[in-house]
């Protein structure tokens, strides 16, 4: 998960430094590609019985979320899609009963970071 973190912090910074890629990430398909991904690990989560692989997955999620945030900072074509798809992220996130965590706090802070839009730097590193 590291290396993709990683990419994910890379296109974050790429993103909040050139308007024109952040308007690309709805047309490419990054709405998308992001559910996907929180969709597809939060089947695998329940099965995690180590506690340091479970601080690695909210970390992650907390790195997509980020990204989100990134990609609808100041950017009203890619706010008004989020708001469309919206329902399905908190659908993902309720499929990682991330509430009953003690990193729950961490998850909620990163959801209020996204709906004021971002943060800076972009970082996926707690």
């Not at 024109?20 to 597809?40: E, H, N, P, R, Y």
């Not at 979320?65 to 329902?87: E, P």
């Amino acid at each position: 998960l590291a290396m993709r973190m990683d990419k994910i912090d890379t296109l974050a910074y790429v993103m909040n430094n050139n308007r024109m890629a952040q308007k690309k990430f709805q047309k490419v398909s990054g709405f998308a590609w992001a559910l996907t991904i929180l969709d597809g690990i939060s089947s695998q989560f329940s099965q995690i019985s180590k506690p340091e692989k479970v601080t690695e997955m909210i970390d992650f999620v907390r790195c997509v979320i980020n990204l989100l945030a990134i990609s609808i900072k100041n950017c009203s074509q890619n706010q008004r899609y989020f708001h469309q798809v919206v329902d399905h992220f908190f659908e993902s996130l309720n499929r990682w009963k991330f509430l009953e965590l003690e990193e729950a706090m961490l998850v909620c802070d990163d959801i209020i970071g996204l709906s004021l839009r971002g943060t800076w730097p972009p970082s996926c590193k707690s």
